[in-house]
């Protein structure tokens, strides 16, 4: 079965550079989420999209920018990079509502690291 | 606000026997869902199994089952028949209707199995 699919898989930026990622959802899934996962830590809610529109922000940093677009793919945009955006970075998607469950299928992960 | 407690920040069970992992969830919500991810040390973030509040039943997949208890507000991973490749990092997740497009994740507990 198609899953989630996030590139880069790795990416090595230097403070204060900039890093785009880019979120695939699985096929038919209208709903996109980003989350961030810091060494040793739980994933933090960033930002979600329902329908290419924004349904719901966390503790995103103005730094950061996302969309979602018309083919539903997803990119996380961020800016000014601080050496505590070293984590790593997940998209999950979940199918239309009412299809089954709220269930959340999380992508690889892109692993940023920061220098 | 949602709040998930992991209790356990590491547990030991051998290899073929029975495992269960604590989750307490906290929510005004009367909706909401239960989630449980493994995360094995490559990162990636695996669904096992959802509970939805209105479920009557515990929830089952495979060697993975939910002791769900509603009035205790608990809902306990248990893995029958532990297998080495079960070593991984445990989150327990909610996603309330009422709490923003997000999943709220525990602390998660690491669970080793030997031999």
């Known amino acids: 079965a198609a899953g989630v699919i996030q590139s880069p898989r790795h990416l090595i930026k230097e403070k204060r550079e900039t890093a785009t990622l880019k979120c695939y959802p699985i096929?038919?899934?209208?709903?996109v989420y980003w989350y961030q996962q810091g060494p040793g830590q739980d994933p933090q809610f960033l930002i979600s999209?329902?329908?290419?529109?924004?349904?719901d922000k966390g503790s995103i940093p103005d730094r950061f920018s996302a969309q979602q677009f018309s083919d539903y793919h997803s990119e996380l945009n961020m800016s000014s990079l601080e050496l505590g955006d070293s984590a790593l970075y997940f998209c999950?998607?979940?199918?239309?509502?009412?299809?089954?469950?709220?269930?959340?299928?999380f992508g690889p992960g892109t692993r940023l690291t920061v220098l | 606000a949602q709040k998930i407690t992991q209790t356990q920040p590491g547990m030991f069970v051998q290899e073929k026997e029975a495992v269960t992992l604590d989750c307490t969830y906290d929510?005004?919500?009367?909706?909401?869902?239960l989630f449980w991810y493994k995360q094995p040390s490559s990162g990636e973030m695996i669904f096992l199994i959802y509970?939805?509040?209105?479920?009557?039943q515990n929830a089952t997949e495979g060697r993975y089952s939910l002791n769900f208890q509603k009035a205790r507000k608990s809902a306990n991973l248990v893995i029958s028949a532990s297998q080495l490749g079960d070593s991984a990092m445990y989150f327990c997740?909610?996603?309330?209707?009422?709490?923003?497009?997000?999943?709220?994740f525990g602390t998660g507990t690491q669970l080793k199995v030997e031999l």
């Open positions: 096929p038919r899934h209208d709903t």
């Open positions: 999209f329902y329908e290419k529109m924004q349904s």
């Open positions: 509970q939805g509040s209105y479920d009557e």
């Open positions: 929510t005004s919500d009367q909706s909401y869902g």
């Open positions: 997740a909610i996603f309330t209707t009422g709490g923003g497009n997000k999943l709220t």
């Open positions: 999950a998607s979940s199918p239309p509502w009412g299809a089954s469950t709220d269930t959340q299928y």
